[in-house]
């Protein structure tokens, strides 16, 4: 079972930064596609609620929306098993829950949510004005 927990949420003021981390038990990370979703408080068990911010495959390839693009990054680190979102000039907008997915794939990025086998938590990302 793979397990997907993360951490470095919190709140930060607007224009501010944070780096998110998913840490995932499983043997290789390049195995699978992850993604970045993001959601309001109390909607996590719809998963269309849930909002792509950013995937990547196990290839390396990134896709970002468009509410991220130029402020967030995407990326893995395969040595330590650990997914990251950099995210900077952060908006109060950016408020949400974060959440971390994963599903097997090596190519291909996929971009919803019903398409990820496995889920993380999540991790409260407030920003203040």
């Known amino acids: 079972q793979v397990q997907l927990v993360e951490s470095g949420g919190g709140l930060v003021q607007a224009g501010g930064s944070l780096r998110l981390s998913c840490a995932a038990s499983?043997?290789?990370?390049?195995?699978?596609?992850m993604g970045w979703f993001r959601h309001a408080p109390g909607k996590e068990r719809e998963l269309k609620e849930r909002?792509?911010?950013?995937?990547?495959?196990?290839?390396?390839?990134?896709y970002y929306a468009a509410a991220a693009e130029g402020r967030f990054t995407i990326s893995t680190d395969t040595t330590k098993n650990v997914l990251y979102l950099h995210m900077n000039a952060l908006k109060a907008e950016d408020t949400a829950v974060y959440s971390c997915?994963?599903?097997?794939?090596?190519?291909?990025?996929?971009?919803?949510?019903?398409?990820?086998?496995?889920w993380g938590q999540g991790t409260q990302v407030t920003v203040s004005t």
């Open positions: 909002e792509l911010v950013a995937a990547i495959s196990g290839s390396g390839r990134t």
């Open positions: 499983v043997p290789t990370l390049s195995s699978y596609s």
């Open positions: 997915a994963a599903r097997e794939g090596y190519i291909a990025r996929y971009t919803r949510a019903e398409e990820y086998k496995y």
